[in-house]
Structure formats: structure tokens, C-alpha cells
């Protein structure tokens, strides 16, 4: 690095901490002025300063933290740091009661957005008085012995019924076959080996598939 970088380091370390004015390691320093300057131009810079006696390092094991020359600040008031420490609580117990407040309306927001707005409810009541009409209707074309079922349901239902019969014939046709396989090495009876396996058969439970 040119020798005019590193005097631009140097001032950019020394005006930084003399504005902060709290401790801080050359990796810290160099986070908080966003890498403008690499790591090694900071760690010259602070090391260069501490000689020259601008700011003061300090060694904590292999952790070394630099502050700037307090000699350059005048001396705090104890009253002004006891009136600093009861706003900071009182600043912090603000801030806590603000995202108290903040927290309760995210939750009132949220309950609000999951809620339908007035005129989703409106059509969804429409949509219920509808439906509730047509069961009104169907519920006195029952008492009345009248059919409400049209054809084209009729074929659907009978249709459907006979897809799950012959599904019904199907599945018990290539389970016997499975088990008649089975019973061909099976040393003992059909009967044992079903308790053995645990199967419950159509027979068992008084069922069999209905005529298609």
C-alpha cells in the first residue's frame, strides 16, 4: 500500500475512534469503516498510533483493543453521568414499551388479515342462503315421496358400483391365488396359516361381492 493510503488510514482510524470514543479492535475498526481499508492497513494504523502515544492500546491475552487519548476530553460531570444513565432507562424503557405496542398490533394486523373483509362475508352468506334453499326444497320433495335423483345421477351411482364390484372380485381373485400358492409348500392347513398370517377373509365377516 502507498505510503499516502496509509497516512489516509491512519487519520480515517484515529477520526473514528476520537468520534466513537469506546474501545475497539483493528478487526472492529475495520468492520465499522465497511473495508474501506484492508485488515493489515488498519492493524499498522492502530499500531502506529499507540506509539505515537494519539491513542491508548490495551492487551487482553492475544485481544488488543485501542481507545483514543482521553486526555484530549474534558472530565465528565458524576451528576451529568448519573442524569445519562437514568435517560438511557428511560429511552430503553420507551423503546420496550413501543415494541410492546408494535408487537400487539403485528397480532391484531394479522387476525385482521385472516379474517374475511365485509364483502367476502357477503357472498359467502349468499352462497349458505343458496344452498340452504336448495336442502329446504329437497328436504319437502322428500316428504313428499317426490324423486329427486335425475338419471344421469342414477347411471353415475350404478356405474360407480359396478367399477368397485368387479375391483372387489379382482382383489379377492389375486389374493386367493397368492394364498393357494403359498398353501402348496405350506405344512399345514389353509386354516392355520391364515390365523398364522392373521387374515380376516369376506366369509369370516358374513360378506361376499354383490352380483354386477
Not at 114 to 139: D, I, V
Amino acid at each position: 500500500m502507498s505510503k499516502s493510503k496509509d497516512a489516509l488510514a491512519v487519520k480515517a482510524v484515529l477520526d473514528y475512534l476520537e468520534k466513537q470514543n469506546r474501545p475497539y479492535s483493528a478487526i472492529d475498526i475495520c468492520n465499522n469503516l465497511h473495508k474501506e481499508y484492508g485488515k493489515t492497513a488498519v492493524v499498522k494504523a492502530c499500531e502506529s498510533l499507540a506509539e505515537s502515544g494519539k491513542i491508548t492500546e490495551k492487551a487482553y491475552g492475544k485481544q488488543k483493543v485501542y481507545v483514543a487519548d482521553q486526555s484530549k476530553f474534558p472530565d465528565v460531570d458524576e451528576n451529568e453521568i448519573q442524569q445519562m444513565d437514568a435517560k438511557i432507562a428511560q429511552l430503553t424503557e420507551k423503546v420496550q414499551d413501543s415494541m410492546e405496542c408494535v408487537r400487539k398490533l403485528e397480532q391484531e394486523l394479522k387476525t385482521l388479515n385472516s379474517s374475511m373483509s365485509t364483502e367476502q362475508a357477503k357472498a359467502e352468506l349468499k352462497h349458505l342462503e343458496t344452498e340452504c334453499t336448495g336442502y329446504k326444497n329437497k328436504l319437502v320433495k322428500l316428504k313428499e315421496g317426490g324423486v329427486i335423483i335425475s338419471p344421469q345421477e342414477k347411471e353415475r351411482v350404478y356405474a360407480e358400483r359396478q367399477k368397485y364390484v368387479k375391483e372387489w372380485r379382482k382383489r379377492k381373485r389375486i389374493s386367493n391365488d397368492i394364498l393357494d400358492a403359498v398353501l402348496e409348500g405350506y405344512p399345514k392347513s389353509k386354516k392355520e396359516l391364515y390365523e398364522e398370517v392373521g387374515i380376516e377373509t369376506d366369509e369370516d365377516n358374513g360378506l361376499k361381492p354383490p352380483e354386477l
